[in-house]
Each structure stands twice: as C-alpha cells, then as structure tokens.
C-alpha cells in the first residue's frame, strides 16, 4: 500500500496503531517532534551563519543565531591567507583524505573482526579482553600522550604516513559498540550458515558484516570525523610540513592569526575554516544516513 | 623430526574455534597493547615519580603516593571540578537516557516523514565532536548563559536547598547541549524496538492492554539491556568530551611549570577512578532495575 502524504478518506485500515498515511491524530507527533527538531538543527545553521557574519556580528553579545548582513570577507580572507603559504594546500588536503580512508576502513574492518571474535567465539582470554576494553574505553585519552610518544618513537613512526593511522585504530568505543549489536544476532543464524558449510570468514564478511551494517555505518562516521578532525597527530609526531593534515594547518592558521595584531580578522577565518573543515563530516553524515536508518529493521530471527 | 606433535592435522573444535577466535582479534590486541595498554601502564608509573623531561631523556624521580596527595589534598581547583563532573554526569546521564528513549519511541511510530525525523535526530552526532562544538562553546553558543539571569529563575534558584543548586542551574543552562549527545543512544533504542516483534503488541492489545500498560509491561522490561550499554556510551562519551572542565585542567598542568608529567598522570588516575566509580553506580543502579522489571 502506497503511503500518501494526505488521504481524504481514512478507512479501516487508518484507524487503530499505525496508520498507513497522515491522519488526525498524527499531530501531537508534530507538535512534540518539530521543536526538538529545530533545537537538533541549531547548531547547524549557526555554524553555516557564522562562516557568512561580518566581524560586528560575530562579535555580538549574545551571539545572533541567523546572519543579518551575510559577506563573503571570511572565506576571502581564508583563501587569501591560502595562497600565500609556503606548501600547497591541496598537500594538506590530499593528507587528510587519504589518511582519514585508510584510517576508517582499517578501523572498521580490525573492531568488526575483534566484535565478532569477542562476541561468538569461545576461547579463553575473551571475557578478559572485553574487561580490558571496557577499562581502556574510560580512560582519557590526554593522558596517554607522553607514552604513547614515547612509543611512537621506539617503533620508528615519527614523520611517517602510518603514525597518523595506527594509534587511532584500537578504537574502544567502536569494539564496545559493535559487541553489544552483534550479541543481538541470534546464534541460530550463525548455526544455520554453519550447517549450510560457511567458514568463519564467510560467517563474518557474509553474514556479521551486512547485519550489524547500521551499527558500522554510525562508527564510520565517528571514526571519519575523529580522523578527519585531527590535529594533534600532525602537532605532536610529526616535523615534516608535507606529511601533516588540513585540520592542523587550518588550526595554526586561525592560532597564529588570532593572537596577533588582527585578532578580529582571525575570529572569522575561524568560523570560515570551522565551516570548511564541517562540511565533510556533514557530507558523510548524508551519504551513511540510509545505511543507519534503512537496515535497522532487517536484523533478526522472524 | 617429528613435528607431527606440534601441528596435528587434526585438532579438537574447541581448539580450532578457539584460534579463529584469537585469529579474528589479532590485530586488535596488537594494536591496543601497543597504543592503549602500554601507553596506560606508562602513565601509572609516571604518575608515581616527579617526572622531568629533559632534551635527550625523560627523568623519573619516585615519590610514591605523593601526586596523587597533592591533587586530593592540596590542590585547590581540582576536587571542586571533579565534584562538578561527577554532579553534572548524574544529572545528565538520565536525561539523556529518558530522552533518547522518548524520541525513540516517537521515530519507532509510523507516521509521514519519519525517515526525514530519524536522521534530524541522529544529526547530533557530527555536531558534538569536532570543529562545530569547539567553535559553539567559543562563541558561549553551546549553553544560554542568560537564563540563570533572568531574575524568576534567580528567585528560584536561591529557594533550593544549597546543594540541588548547581545541578539545577546546569540543567537550565545547558540543557540543550545535553540533548545534543543523544543522538548514538537514539539510534541504539530505536534498533532495540525494532526488534520487538509486532504480534507481541497485537496480543496484548488483545488482551485488553492500554498503550500505557504496553509501554511498561513490554517495552520498557525488553529495553532495559540497551539502557546499560546507553549509559555506559552517555558517561564515557561525557568524560571523554573535549569541552570537559576536568579534561581541560588536566591538559593544562601537564605542561604547566607548576604541574609536570607525573602530576597530570596523577590527576588522570584520579579521575579515571571516579569515573569508575559513576559507572559502577549506574550500572548497579540499572541492573537491579532491570532485573525487578523482567519479573
């Protein structure tokens, strides 16, 4: 049955739970459902408007939400300070790309295996290390840095591609996540592949992967905005000026500016560079969405 | 040689399942041994010794509980920010929860629309983490600072008790930021209620049950093991914050003068503690709850 945005003749099939398409008493959805709606929006617009405010609106107290006089300044300042720096920017940005594919397909790919592992394989050490992890997961990760340096050092990684990549994978939240959707598989369906003749790897990439894919695509989307958003990576392990991200530069660049003479200027580079390193993650956001939403009904024993 | 011993060609299934299990997890124990576990034990023992850094090596002095004296004892911003941590992770954590199991149960309905709803409500999730919250919390965006001025509010706020006080003003100024860190447990709750399987309801209703009584006699019992793992992700995912007070102090000492490596370490064992401490309540808290609701 074809869902209407309006049917002018609500029959049986209307009344009752849900309904097939609009109905009356659909409104207090409506009303309850648009304000939180607009309160989840807000920051949105505000990052969008804030990239287009000239200097005496983003100076304004308390801050406007929606831009009144919108310029174009920012971004041309931003893009005036780009040329003029001494590596290409098209470096920085083919960096972090590059660095932030790798880092969530390699991420993905390791938490799903050790989910899967800790979630329907026996073997000694599992409860163990789901402990371990969950102990890892509340520890803040600041104050590893020191160590973590010093081992970055040890194995050679320092002003190399892969130090922006490895110390980001172990991603504790992911491997929590992911146990608890792949616990809700039913053991009968692995059962069942197994009676049927798959391996493991055929169970985990057949079977695991494109059931638990909501869950997946929620922590692709956190890792890509994690690596994406890095800076500290390229501050604290990194010397040479080629191998370090866009998110860095963009950071200096607004630092640099902000403490000096022109502080007002730097204030809305700021905003024009917060809203150009955001897009991506709102690109992202769009394009796994689907994934999120349409295949969460899918998983389960009927 | 007899390397027959070694590499059977046949070994039992428990052991082979077994090593597809530690073969799946391999990398994932690699990794985290070297970036997550060493890292930590690392900072255990830095948090033990006056560390000093120096251009070649780094210098460890052993000074035993010391550090961790002096930022419980004599330290005088760091318990009271600890304290205001703990207060606003309890206050938040239920409100987080109640809400996201409130939108969830809205988005779980069938009405026009509602694909656009869900992913409006999953949003959140670029927001809080990245340039987009930095740059809010800069601009004083994050909270409404201008609430606890309004002088009603003032007049209500100086008529409770003293210690309710704080909690209650937090939860006025920043209310929406609290909202914005649901949209994960949204997502998880949603999952979870899809799962109930519809002639459940059918019965029920059947039966002559209110959507009321449905409400508590079948969702809520089946979503009270998602509720552990939302709360679990809403605390880690509040402490982790980067906006975070305590975060932010702790940043600071550890290149501050006056701070030092060992102290910072000190500081973070500390707070790793009593956030330990808020799980370990919550999660107690919830399973006793759990447990009355499945009887």
Known sequence: MATRWYQPYIGVKNRGINPEGFHVSQIKFYIVLIPLAGLMLLPIIYIFSSAFKPPEELFAYPPPLIVTNPTMKNFNDLFSILSTSGIPVSRYLFNSILITLVTVAASIIISSAAAYALSKKQFRLKQTLFVVNNVALMFVPIAVTIPRFLIVENLNLLDTFWVHVLPVLAMPVGLFLLKQFIDGIPDEVIEAAQIDGASDLHIYWRIILPMIQPALATIAILTFQAAWNNADTSTTYINNESLRTLAFYLTTLTSTTATGADAVAGQGVAAAAALIMFVPNLIIFIFLQSQVMSTMSRSGLK | ?295
Do not use: C
């Open chain 2, 1 to 295: 040689m007899n390397w027959r011993r070694f590499f059977p060609r046949e070994i039992s299934l428990r052991a082979r399942e077994a090593l597809y299990g530690y073969g799946f997890i391999l990398l994932w124990v690699i990794g985290f041994l070297l970036f997550a576990l060493i890292p930590l034990t690392e900072t255990f023992r830095f948090s033990l010794n006056q560390v000093a850094v120096t251009a070649t090596e780094i210098n460890l002095d052993f000074v035993e509980w010391a550090n961790y004296s002096r930022a419980l004892l004599t330290d005088p911003n760091f318990i009271e920010l600890l304290i205001g941590y703990a207060v606003e992770t309890l206050v938040s954590v239920p409100i987080v929860l109640i809400f996201a199991m409130i939108i969830a149960l809205f988005l779980n309905l069938k009405f026009p629309l509602k694909s656009l709803f869900r992913v409006i409500f999953f949003l959140p999730i670029v927001i809080t983490s990245g340039p987009v919250i930095r740059e809010l919390t800069a601009q004083g965006a994050a909270s409404a600072p201008g609430i606890s001025t309004i002088p009603a509010v003032v007049e209500f706020l100086t008529q409770l008790p003293r210690a309710l006080r704080s909690p209650v003003e937090y939860l006025l100024t920043s209310f929406i930021l609290i909202l914005w860190f649901s949209g994960v447990q949204i997502l998880i709750y949603l999952a979870s209620l899809q799962k109930i399987d519809k002639s459940i309801y059918e019965a029920a209703a059947m039966d002559g049950a209110s959507s009321w009584e449905i409400f508590w006699k079948i969702i809520l019992p089946a979503l009270s093991g998602v509720t552990i793992v939302n709360a679990i992700y809403t605390i880690v995912i509040l402490s982790h914050f980067s906006e975070n007070k305590v975060i932010r102090y702790i940043y600071d000492q550890t290149y501050d003068v006056r701070g030092g490596i060992g102290y910072a370490s000190a500081m973070a064992f500390i707070y790793f503690g009593v956030m330990l401490a808020i799980l370990v309540t919550v999660y107690l808290l919830l399973t006793r709850w759990g447990k009355r609701n499945t009887k």
